[in-house]
């Protein structure tokens, strides 16, 4: 059930990339497209009722993989989270730039490139 | 030389250029000059580095770290080819540079991120687990973008805007395969996850995983309905990068990831074999067709870059050892004979200010370097017979026939046939017809650009022989059997 609500997160994001005339509704969208592609990776990580992923000295380690939730998609989401900001940063300034550039935000008035 | 380890250089290979760029940000915003000598230096020492790595095979683990828990990089044969071209097409484009990127401003800026670029790509062929493989694609991405737009003009910035939200979208598409795929296997290990699925089999979210993996890669390489970016992008970059994105990028985060995940990891099935068959050939004919339409001449290769494209997926699509061959080859002659035609198109421009064919003409006089390499260059790709080209395609043609899609042959035999007109058309509108009034008393090639083309032409014709000699022994088929029986991956 909860799987899908990331993937409604993920077609609204996709929706709004798709239908979107302005630059940066359009790279809202895929900010919330890559988020719910985040949760996606968080949830399959998780576990209801599971124990943060943090060995305490003493604690058995089968019991505590029983019952902790895996750490590993934290950090992977954490990488991306990081990337995506390098990508966000990129996108803002190319929209700064395209605005300095055409005066506008909106995807069909800038099109010199066909063919 | 002969003493170092294979094993401690894996990690080099992406250690080298990414200090490097980060060294070259820190001295060389003073002195510009510096900025061109440390990556001609970096790309010289990743060439050689991947020259000594051939018939070497080896597994690295990152920080000593044994492989469930720790990252790997696996070096096997396929991985070699690809380095051999990411950083042999590096070195050139870096000479080439030299002399092109005096018009801009910040060129220390250029060599960051283009040595950024080589980092992720290679990273995506080292890498040895499905997450690292992504960071490393988004490296070599996020560089691409910003080196899209480079010059910071009209068509640049929009071009860069389309790539950066296809390439976004793309990436979120593999995240989420990669996402589906851990939750799955429990693993990020490409190894483990192959076994993995060898033990199951591919089961409903596998193979949704497998289709979002496909469509991603597709758009990361631009195969047709993926392809939208491509012919802006690729275009409106400065001269040098068009040469890596077209050479190199779409290949080393396209196809080597999709040949490596089909055949290595999910193992590949006839269903999705002919995914890849018919995914190859829409590129192959629509790419052609739209190639030859065109007047621009680095748009007109842009289109042709999609068309080949085309011929290595079909080839992969065969599944067959022998089409697996030609896919490879082909990869390989592409890389060097696009490049270089995008060089070439990169010093038409830098002497006569156009890119127009209609305003072009006669450029073999003035031009006599560019004009001689673009020869060799459009008759590799048309696939006239002494030429690399010819003989790549000639296998893949032959694949099709020895696994019995007669029609697959045929349309390749007639796209090479469009390649063909394309490139004359291009050689006779450019280097051949008299030379217009507004283009008389240009002046000749610079020498670094002269020097990249040489070296980039005397790379296709030694890359004729390789059919014939014992190079493609251990060097082509190796890696099209590693491909098949997984090499170090197994």
């Not at chain 2, 915003?29 to 970096?42: D, T």
């Not at chain 2, 992720?120 to 691409?144: K, R, W």
């Amino acid at each position: 059930m909860i799987y899908s609500l990331c993937l409604l997160l993920i077609l609204i994001g996709l929706y709004g990339v798709v239908v979107s005339r302005q630059t940066l509704k359009i790279v809202v969208s895929l900010l919330i497209m890559n988020h719910g592609v985040h949760l996606l990776l968080l949830l399959i990580g998780y576990r209801q009722g599971g124990s943060p992923p943090i060995v305490d000295p003493g604690s058995v380690i089968s019991e505590f993989a029983s019952g902790a939730v895996d750490p590993l998609p934290q950090a992977l989401v954490l990488t991306s989270i990081v990337i995506g900001l390098g990508v966000l940063a990129l996108m803002v300034a190319l929209c700064v730039r395209l605005y300095e550039r055409y005066g506008t935000f909106d995807v069909t008035e800038i099109r010199r490139l066909r063919g | 030389m002969m003493n170092i380890d294979v094993q401690t250089l894996i990690p080099m290979f992406v250690a080298l250029p990414l200090g490097m760029s980060l060294l070259i940000q820190l001295v060389a915003r003073r002195r510009q000059v510096l900025a061109e000598v440390l990556a001609i230096i970096a790309m010289l020492a990743l060439m050689l580095m991947s020259c000594y790595a051939i018939g070497n095979n080896g597994i690295y683990h990152l920080g000593g770290w044994p492989t469930p828990v720790g990252i790997d990089m696996r070096l096997d044969d396929l991985a070699i080819l690809l380095l051999l071209v990411v950083n042999v097409v590096g070195l050139a484009v870096a000479l080439y540079s030299v002399d092109y990127m005096r018009r801009f401003t910040a060129r220390s800026h250029f060599y960051g991120l283009f040595l950024l670029m080589v980092t992720g790509m290679n990273g995506v062929v080292l890498a040895g687990d499905l997450f690292n493989l992504y960071v490393f694609l988004e490296v070599a991405a996020i560089a691409s973008y910003s080196l899209v737009a480079f010059g910071c003009a009209h068509e640049e910035l929009e071009a860069s805007f389309k790539y950066i939200v296809l390439g976004s979208l793309s990436s979120a598409l593999i995240l989420t395969g990669v996402a589906l795929v851990y939750g799955i296997t429990g693993t990020l290990n490409l190894a483990h996850i192959a076994s993995r699925i060898a033990q199951t089999g591919m089961d409903a979210p596998l193979l949704l995983a497998f289709g979002l993996f496909i469509c991603g890669f597709s758009f990361k390489s631009a195969l047709v309905p993926f392809h939208a970016w491509l012919p802006d992008a690729h275009p409106s970059a400065p001269a040098p990068v068009s040469a890596m994105l077209s050479g190199v990028l779409i290949k080393a985060i396209g196809i080597y990831v999709l040949a490596r995940l089909a055949f290595n990891v999910f193992g590949v099935t006839e269903n999705e074999l002919s995914m890849l068959r018919w995914l190859g050939l829409l590129s192959m004919v629509v790419g052609g067709f739209l190639a030859a339409g065109q007047k621009d001449i680095k748009r007109l290769f842009a289109y042709s870059s999609i068309s080949q494209v085309g011929f290595m997926v079909l080839g992969l699509g065969l599944g067959s050892p022998l089409g697996l061959v030609g896919a490879l080859y082909h990869l390989v002659n592409h890389a060097l004979f696009k490049s270089l035609l995008f060089l070439n198109a990169g010093a038409v421009e830098y002497a006569t200010g156009t890119r127009n064919l209609n305003k072009l003409g006669g450029l073999n006089r003035s031009l006599p370097v560019t004009g001689a390499t673009s020869l060799i260059g459009s008759m590799s790709i048309a696939g006239i017979p002494p030429f690399s080209g010819f003989w790549s395609k000639l296998i893949i043609v032959l694949a099709c026939i020895e696994g019995g899609f007669y029609g697959f042959g045929v349309a390749a035999v007639l796209v090479s046939i469009v390649t063909l007109a394309y490139q004359l058309k291009v050689q006779r509108m450019a280097f051949f017809a008299s030379l217009p009034e507004a283009l008389h008393g240009l002046r000749r090639e610079p020498p670094m650009m002269a020097l990249a083309m040489i070296l980039l032409a005397l790379g296709c014709i030694a890359l004729s022989f390789v059919v014939i000699t014992g190079l493609r022994d251990p060097w082509l088929i190796s890696a099209a059997q590693q491909v098949l029986t997984m090499g170090v991956f197994k």
